[in-house]
């Protein structure tokens, strides 16, 4: 991090010499154009400019990865880092985003251009307070110390009326989940309007709690338009419901910080839309530098896949993500990253073993709901294999004394 | 268009059946998941599932396009259009991203996916109202008739202050310029304040006007936080000018819907971050279904580049971007497509040509300001370019009496 400036790190890939192809970048980004203009001081280039900052040649191609770049005969990457002054764009996470990710992947110069990582200055910490709840104030509102958060999706994503799901709702709790969320699919819509659902669902919840004592998390998707959310947000802290979920691709970064800004509960932020920003490897953005936007902005939960996911990440990204999400930026911004896709006790020892912590939300679909047991023992069995990781004895062992675990290994194991 | 049904229409890219694999989409992001769960009953899948409407196969490949999907021996295209019951989601421009434009993209089955169109029904045009302006508003304000509606870029983009930046405006609007935007780099940063600057631009775009009968139309951008780009608009209203710009990545649909409901000037959509988007030919986006969400949330100008520009897009891509943000929706919805990136006098006759319209705005930076003879000869080489495309002359032909075109041939073309 450099005081008072904004950086960036990139992988390029261009026909030209990486260190001209990285001045065009800086120039075209900050103060320049194609060519020197009228009133492009030196004094000015030296306030305002963009710098490169240091550049590291990789490997290169005889093929360009993107098309319609300048041609050349063989395609050379550099790893680079650009700062810019934070006073060009004052600490706005949304004019940041234009600076760091904006013309730039259409230059010409690039077959190739991803942003890796970006780090934020002081700045941008006095402007946005960021999570307002995080990893201990969602522990504290769900009642969990101590192991992971055990949730789960309401499915059918779509369809249900709001008695159908708040009766859903009912057998999850009973079922000892920790944590339940609408599906992304599930808004708004005349079949299950939001206000109706959020009432049925948040009746049957504070029942539920008033029996047990703790009150199961459930994650309300309000993403809509910008009063709407805020009145859906006050509906949900109104009828005692203790979270909010979020696309945050569908909703933009200066709706989820005014979201932050007016709402109590925290804010579950749903990723999907992301593998269009992700999965072509020579452009777009690693999760490293897209996630910091959405923590300033003040997300709470972030989802970041799991291990062996239905999806298309490989481990060892997931594994990078939630890290990520669990490491300090700007000495706090730390969300609780939600492991979800495909996921059963199954996968509990190694997700252990690779984040070394509790510190996560374990989302399970069919591997609880769908437990040849039923519901219950289906998070009885997510539950064993997070305490037998926590042993360090193996799930096989472990289930011999445990037959919910031992259901799962038998019904869920490939 | 389906009447009560959202329609998609993509590419994709799998190693397995594409009847298949569009199954799996349409279950993905409706009612289905990997299993049938209880509770999706026949009547609910009849009422909210998702439907492929059409499959066309195209051509088919021995490698995948991107990495990480289900493998096979070949990797078959199809395009497949899906529709939703418009009732899963609501009229809401975010929850049907969400739903065409969501998880779908990591899905393991594909190893391309890009979403080309989508068709909105007439639900949608009753929750949103769409451009203010368009064309003909746009064209009043800035008293244009006729012709394209002629500008400039700010540059240095960033560096200048509101002073330096005022009398700069002073020189282009006397030079003749119709229209002059902020660059989408130059924000609310501490060396030129939003407001400061706003007063210093208008109070010349003012004096100028009083001075000539017409006001040059100048675009503030005002991307930031919700609270401050209300109040910024608020300010440009107040202070009698015509024109907000927002960069419409970093503000998200949300935003630019709230802008539109609380502001009555035209909102300039500056597309940066639109590379990322779209620049890998196997994912993300086209953009004739992109604009549709710009559109409806209600952006009366929105950037296509043009021909033979700075950047790595194909001339058969923008004029197709441009034909689309004239082509009507739901009725109407028209917006002003942005020309620009490295033009001059010398794209008109054949963006005339190719559009075959001037209703548009032509945006030229060096083009214009770096004109040999001067500001004033840039904008009048590019006013008698379009003269000479409108009257069918050859612009070598036209120049020969006309010094400013003839001064630009001699100092642009390649």
């Known amino acids: 991090m450099i005081p008072g400036r904004l950086t960036a790190t990139y992988v390029i890939e261009t026909a030209q010499d990486p260190a001209r192809a990285a001045e065009v970048m800086a120039g075209e980004q900050s103060t320049g154009t194609f060519v020197r203009v009228p009133g492009e001081t030196d004094e000015l280039r030296e306030r305002s400019a963009a710098r490169v900052e240091s550049l590291q040649e990789l490997s290169e191609s005889p093929t360009p990865s993107l098309p319609h770049a300048r041609p050349g005969s063989r395609y050379r990457r550099a790893e680079v880092t650009l700062s810019w002054p934070s006073e060009n764009m004052g600490p706005s996470l949304p004019n940041a985003l234009a600076t760091v990710a904006g013309n730039l992947f259409e230059l010409r110069d690039f077959?190739?251009?991803?942003?890796?990582?970006?780090?934020?200055?002081?700045?941008?910490?006095?402007?946005?307070?960021?999570?307002?709840?995080?990893?201990?104030?969602?522990?504290?509102?769900?009642?969990?110390?101590?192991?992971?958060?055990?949730?789960?999706?309401?499915?059918?994503?779509?369809?249900?009326?709001?008695?159908?799901?708040?009766?859903?709702?009912?057998n999850l709790v009973r079922a000892g989940l920790d944590f339940i969320k609408d599906d992304e699919l599930m808004a708004n819509g005349p079949h299950s309007p939001f206000a109706a659902r959020a009432q049925a669902i948040l009746r049957v919840v504070r029942e539920e709690a008033d029996r047990?004592?703790?009150?199961?998390?459930?994650?309300?998707?309000?993403?809509?338009?910008?009063?709407?959310?805020?009145?859906?947000?006050?509906?949900?802290?109104?009828?005692?419901?203790?979270?909010?979920?979020?696309?945050?691709?569908?909703?933009?970064?200066?709706?989820?910080?005014?979201?932050?800004?007016?709402?109590?509960?925290?804010?579950?932020?749903?990723?999907?839309?992301?593998?269009?920003?992700?999965?072509?490897?020579?452009?777009?953005?690693?999760?490293?530098?897209?996630?910091?936007?959405?923590?300033?902005?003040?997300?709470?939960?972030?989802?970041?896949?799991?291990?062996?996911?239905?999806?298309?990440?490989?481990?060892?990204?997931?594994?990078?993500?939630?890290?990520?999400?669990?490491?300090?930026?700007?000495?706090?911004?730390?969300?609780?990253?939600?492991?979800?896709?495909g996921q059963w006790a199954g996968q509990a020892p190694d997700t252990y073993a690779r984040l070394g912590t509790v510190d996560l939300m374990y989302l399970c679909g069919g591997g609880i709901v769908a437990h040849p047991m039923g519901i219950a023992a289906g998070v009885a069995s997510v539950r064993q294999a997070w305490d037998a990781a926590l042993a360090g004895i193996p799930l096989t062992d472990y289930a011999a004394r445990h037959e919910e675990l031992r259901a799962a290994l038998e019904a869920f194991s490939q």
């Open 111 to 170: 077959s190739g251009l991803r942003l890796l990582d970006v780090e934020f200055p002081p700045e941008f910490a006095a402007a946005y307070p960021g999570p307002q709840f995080g990893v201990e104030g969602t522990r504290r509102l769900a009642g969990v110390v101590a192991r992971p958060i055990i949730g789960t999706i309401i499915k059918p994503s779509v369809g249900l009326s709001p008695d159908e799901t708040a009766a859903m709702v009912r």
């Open 212 to 341: 047990t004592g703790r009150q199961a998390m459930f994650a309300f998707n309000l993403t809509g338009e910008i009063d709407e959310m805020l009145r859906h947000a006050e509906l949900i802290e109104q009828l005692g419901g203790t979270c909010v979920m979020v696309s945050i691709h569908s909703a933009g970064l200066p709706a989820v910080a005014h979201l932050r800004r007016h709402c109590a509960l925290p804010i579950h932020g749903h990723r999907n839309g992301w593998g269009a920003l992700t999965r072509c490897p020579a452009l777009g953005f690693e999760f490293k530098a897209w996630q910091k936007f959405w923590r300033l902005a003040g997300v709470d939960h972030l989802h970041c896949n799991g291990l062996r996911n239905k999806f298309c990440e490989p481990d060892d990204s997931v594994v990078a993500s939630a890290r990520e999400c669990l490491t300090p930026m700007l000495g706090g911004y730390t969300v609780m990253p939600v492991i979800s896709s």
